[in-house]
C-alpha cells in the first residue's frame, strides 16, 4: 500500500526530567523520531523506560523539558494552552489501558462528550456517536453505562469516543493490557482497520502480539532509543 | 449537557448533597424567616402607634419661654393652606369628681375631637353641660352615658363613652374627659396647650409644616412643628436596622451552608481528580472543566435556596405566631422581598462556596491528573 511520506510527528532530542526530591529522574533522554501521517508505529520497551512519558508528550497533555516536540511542524512549547487544549481536542484521540470512561455517562454520552467540548449540535452529536459505537460494534448497546460493560466493550466504546472528532493520530498507551487474548486482538484489528483509512496510530505496549499489527516498531530503553 | 453530567455527579454522592441542600435549606429559611417576623414587628409597631402620616402636632416652644398658643397664633395657623382639619386643643390636669370619689386625671377642651377620638357609646356632639369619658376611667367607675361627674363643682353629663386610644403623641383621653371648649374656658380659660393639624395628603405634610414655620416663626420660635410622618419614619428605619442585625445573624448558618458546600466539593475535587485529566485529555478546556464543577455548586444552591425559601414562609409563621401571637403580617407583600433576599443569598454563597472548588480543578495539569489514582 502506497502512504504519503508527510511527517506527522516530530521529537527531536526530547528531554523530560522529573524531580522527585533529591532525586532527579530522567524520564526521556534525548529522544528523537519521526513518524510520518498515516504510519502504524509500536512504541516497545521495559517498564519504566519512558513509554507513557514519550506518548503523552506526543498527545500534548505534557511539555518537554529540552528538545522539541513537533505536531504538523509545530512546537508544542510554543503553543498556548488553548491551542493544546484544542489540538488534543480535534487531531489526537486517546485510548487508554484502564479504558477510562465516565462512569456517570452512557456509551453514546461519552462519545457524545468530545464533541460536546467542540460545541458539535445535540443532533448531529448524537447520530455521530451511535455510528461510531455502530463501527466498533457497540451500537446495540450504547444506552448502558460503563460499568455494565465488560472491558473489552469498554475499550471499544474509548475507541468510539477516541474517534469522536475525527483526529488525524490515534494515541493508545497498552489498549490490551487489562484485556483477554481474543478482546485484545479485536480490538488491534480495530485499530488496523482505522489505520487503513488513514489514520496515523501509535500504540505502546509490551506485547510482541500487539507489536505485530505495526508496521515499524520503535524501541526505547531508559529514555533513549535502543538500537541494539 | 453540562448541567445533566453535574446533576449525575450529585446523585453519585447522595447522602452528601442531600445534607449540603438541607444545611442551604435551613439557612435561606432562617434568613427569610427573621425578615418575615422582623416585617411583621415593624408593621404591629406601627399600628400600636397607629398615627396618621398626614398628622402634624404643633406644640408651644417651652425652650424659649411659651407655655401655651395664643387664639391669634391659632387662627393663623388655621387659615394656612393644605391644611384639611385643625383642631385646637387646651388640656389641664385636675381633680374629676366621679361618684363622690376624686379622680386625678386630664381635662380636654376640644370641640371637635371626631379626628382624635372614636367614641364607643353614645355621641361625640358636646355642648356646655356634657362631656365625653375616657375608655379606662369610664371602665373603673361604671361610667355610662347618662352619668354625672362634676370638677370644682361644675356638674357635666356624661354623653359618650370612648373607645380606647392606647399610646398616642396627640392627647390621651383614656383616664380623663373631653369637654367643649366653652366648657374649658368656663372652667379653667387660658391658651390652648397644643394644635393638631391634619394636611390633605402625605406629600403636603411638608409644605404645610413649612408654612407654619414661616408664618408662625418669622420673629422668633413660638412654635415647635412636630410631623407624625417624621416619627413613622424613625420607627420604620429603626425597625429595618433592627431586622437587618436579625438577619446577618441568620446569615451565619447561611455560611455554615457555604463551608459545606465548599467542603463537598472539594472532596468531589479530589476524588475526580482522574476524571478531571480524562476529560483534559479528549479536549476539555479549563472553562469547560470549571463550568461542571461551578453547576455542581449552583444546582445545590438552587435547589436548597428555592426550598428554603418556599419554606420560610412556614418559617415566618411560626415565628409571629409564637412572639406577636398573631400571623397577620405573614401573608403581605413584603414577605415575597424578603424570600427573594434569602434566595439570592444562598444563591450567592453557593456560587462563591462553588468557586474555589471548581477554579482548583480547572487548574489541575492534565497530565497530573491522569496519573492520579
Ligand atoms: N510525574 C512523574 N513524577 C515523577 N516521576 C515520573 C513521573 N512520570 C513518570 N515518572 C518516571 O519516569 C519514568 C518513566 O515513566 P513512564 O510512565 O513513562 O514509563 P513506562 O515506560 O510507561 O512504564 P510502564 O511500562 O510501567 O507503563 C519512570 O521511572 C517513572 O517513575
Ligand atoms: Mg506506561
Sequence with gaps: ?????????????????????????????????????????????????????????????????????????VSTAEMTEEELTRIRRDRIGFVFQSFNLIPTLSARENVELPMIFRKVGEKERKERAQKLLEKVGMGDKSDHRPSELSGGEQQRVAIARALANDPSIILADEPTGNLDTSSGNEIMNIMKELNRTGRTIIVVTHDPSVADFAERIIRIRDGKLDVS | MYLEIARRNLKRQRMRSVLAIVGMIIGVMAISSIGIFGNSLKMSTL???????????????????????????????????????????????????VRKER???????????????????????????????????????????????????YSLRVSGILKEKGRSFDINPDRGIIVSE??????????????????????????????????????????????????LESINRAFTYISRFLMAIAGVSLLVAGVSILNIMLMSTIERTKEIGIMKAIGASRSEILTIFLLEAILLGVTGSILGGVLSIAGGYAIDMIILKSAKYVFVSKTFLYIAQGIGFGLITAVVSGLYPAWKASNLEPIDALRYE
Design chain 1, 1 to 73: 500500500m502506497e502512504k504519503e511520506k508527510r511527517e506527522i510527528v516530530r521529537l527531536e532530542k526530547v528531554v523530560k526530567t522529573y524531580h522527585m526530591g533529591e532525586h532527579t529522574v530522567h524520564a526521556l533522554n534525548g529522544i528523537s523520531i519521526s513518524i510520518s501521517e498515516g504510519e502504524f508505529v509500536a512504541i516497545m520497551g521495559p517498564s519504566g523506560s519512558g513509554k507513557s512519558t514519550l506518548l503523552n508528550m506526543i498527545g500534548c497533555l505534557d511539555v518537554p523539558t529540552e528538545g522539541r516536540v513537533l505536531i504538523d511542524g
Design chain 2, 47 to 97: 399600628e400600636v402607634f397607629g398615627g396618621v402620616a398626614t398628622e402634624i402636632i404643633v406644640y408651644p416652644s417651652y425652650q424659649d419661654g411659651y407655655s401655651s398658643i395664643d387664639p391669634h397664633t391659632a387662627l393663623k395657623i388655621s387659615k394656612i393652606p393644605g391644611i384639611q382639619d385643625f383642631i385646637a386643643v387646651k388640656s389641664r390636669t385636675d381633680y374629676i369628681t
Design chain 2, 103 to 153: 379622680v386625678f386625671g386630664t381635662v380636654y377642651g376640644i370641640d371637635d375631637p371626631g379626628q382624635l377620638v372614636k367614641i364607643s357609646r353614645g355621641s361625640l356632639v358636646l355642648s356646655s353641660s356634657n362631656c365625653l369619658a375616657g375608655a379606662v376611667l369610664a371602665e373603673k367607675y361604671g361610667l355610662r352615658v347618662g352619668s354625672k361627674i362634676s370638677i370644682n363643682g
Design chain 2, 182 to 231: 366653652q366648657t374649658f374656658n368656663r372652667l379653667y380659660g387660658g391658651d390652648y396647650s397644643f394644635i393638631v393639624v391634619y394636611a390633605g395628603s402625605v406629600t403636603g405634610v411638608k409644605k404645610v409644616s413649612d408654612q407654619i414655620d414661616s408664618v408662625v416663626n418669622r420673629r422668633g420660635t413660638v412654635v415647635k412643628i412636630w410631623e407624625m410622618k417624621d416619627f
